[in-house]
């Protein structure tokens, strides 16, 4: 009795170790969904590369009202497809994580049901512990059938071995999965923050636009020697409010040129970048320093304006505990600094003027207090700057060519270099390199 007891048990535990293995694998297959939204995405990108052609030729013409036109027509073209190739990935990565969440629900599961049958093998082994070995010998009609308890009970022993690693396994592949679908998620938050900014800048053009069409073309001349001659004024570039949030007091483009040539001769970094990548960030426009923490294990707290509740606004595992070491280093009340709130998707928690979130902070903090002497402060305009250039310099800012300054400022953007391999990202590296730009040109004018 006790015999074919084991030997069922232990044949349902064969059927879950051939389920087990196989779940995770057709979790990962492609969907013709996917594969249909990435066809869709080649040929985006293909239009938009014909696009950006036409745009580079224009900008090397001569500078006519009709040319003008022509290139914000295409400059609004090319965002256009942009926002579109934007919804895109978003399907995209809509796809994905519902993917994920099915994934870790099946994961969820099999560790469930992995659980409950390695509870009742461990009660088949603890009952006939129990027992001594006369009492085994005295209830079994045959010598035989003694020894082949002997035996099953040894493939259970051996199968419940099997099963805790599987579960082991199954933990692992959940943490694997949660850490993705944070990806998945934080990839959604950067596209939408990315067509944002697209969404901006096309309607600025398209009131650029809509002002040329006014214009005769002797006008338009007249406007533009106006337009250089008030670009050449050293003193309206001087007075310029750099536009940083999350600080007290923000610097003038001047003093903020200041801080980004003293932070250069240290890290390599071009002042013009890092001025660029910083207001890029704070054109985001992240709700920079309107949330308090207020629960350190759920990460949630409040807004700073109205004291409402609000959801994700630390990650606990990743962020929280280098978010007290800071603040206690510093002296500041935990519960009481602001730090970014979070967007639709993923998590807050980025703190001052170039946004750093607490658990990269950590990683650069030791090097801003060995060159300034005194305890790196995230809200600090210097220590910001400081930061942010040894970032960039370490993703390949210092080299000072387009491409590798382009590179740098997508990882700064989005944490990783994975996400630079997309077009659709490019929008940010873009938008940071046109900035750039234009504030090498201010600085001339500044050092004149």
């Not at 349902?12 to 990435?38: D, H, K």
């Amino acid at each position: 009795m006790f015999l074919n007891t084991i030997k069922k048990f232990f044949l349902s535990l064969i059927v879950l170790s051939l389920i087990l293995p196989a779940f995770g694998v057709l979790a990962q297959l492609p969907s013709e969904e996917r594969e249909s939204l990435e066809q869709e995405l080649r040929a985006l990108e293909q239009e938009i590369a014909i696009i950006d052609k036409d745009i580079q030729k224009t900008e090397k013409e001569k500078q006519t009202l009709e040319n003008q036109i022509s290139l914000l027509k295409n400059k609004i073209k090319k965002l256009d497809l942009q926002i579109s190739q934007g919804n895109v990935m978003v399907k995209d990565l809509g796809v994905q994580i519902e993917k994920t969440q099915k994934s870790i629900e099946d994961t969820l599961l099999k560790i469930k049901e992995s659980r409950k049958y390695l509870a009742q093998n461990l009660q088949l082994i603890y009952e006939a512990d129990s027992k001594s070995l006369v009492e085994v010998l005295l209830s079994e009609k045959k010598l035989s059938d003694f020894f082949s308890d002997l035996v099953a009970l040894e493939s259970l022993n051996s199968k419940s071995q099997e099963m805790l690693l599987n579960i082991e396994n199954l933990k692992k592949q959940l943490e694997t999965e949660k850490e993705s679908l944070d990806n998945e998620k934080q990839g959604l938050e950067d596209l939408v923050v990315l067509q944002n900014m697209q969404r901006q800048e096309s309607a600025s053009i398209k009131k650029e636009k809509d002002q040329l069409l006014k214009l005769t073309e002797a006008e338009y001349q007249k406007s533009l020697q106006e337009k250089q001659v008030t670009e050449k004024k050293a003193a309206e570039i001087r007075a310029r409010i750099f536009e940083l949030i999350g600080i007290p007091q923000a610097p003038t483009f001047g003093e903020a040129y200041e801080i980004a040539k003293f932070v250069s001769n240290i890290t390599n970094v071009r002042p013009a970048l890092l001025l660029a990548v910083l207001t890029q960030e704070s054109n985001i426009g992240k709700n920079v320093g309107q949330c308090y923490l207020k629960n350190i294990a759920t990460g949630s707290g409040i807004s700073v304006k109205t004291g409402q509740a609000v959801a994700n606004v630390m990650k606990p595992s990743r962020d929280v505990s280098s978010f007290i070491t800071i603040t206690e280093k510093l002296g500041r009340d935990k519960f009481n600094t602001p730090v970014s709130c979070p967007m639709q998707y993923g998590w807050g928690g980025a703190m001052g003027p170039a946004q750093f979130i607490p658990s990269t902070w950590v990683h650069y903090s030791d090097q801003v207090s060995s060159i300034t002497g005194s305890a790196a402060d995230p809200w600090n305009i210097k220590d910001a700057f400081l930061a942010a250039a040894l970032y960039l310099a370490d993703y390949g800012a210092t080299k000072q060519d387009a491409n590798s300054e382009w590179k740098a400022a997508m990882i700064y953007f989005s944490g990783t270099s994975k996400r630079t391999e997309y077009n659709g990202y490019g929008f940010y590296g873009d938008s940071v390199m046109k900035i750039a730009e234009k504030y090498e040109k201010d600085i001339k004018d500044i050092e004149q």
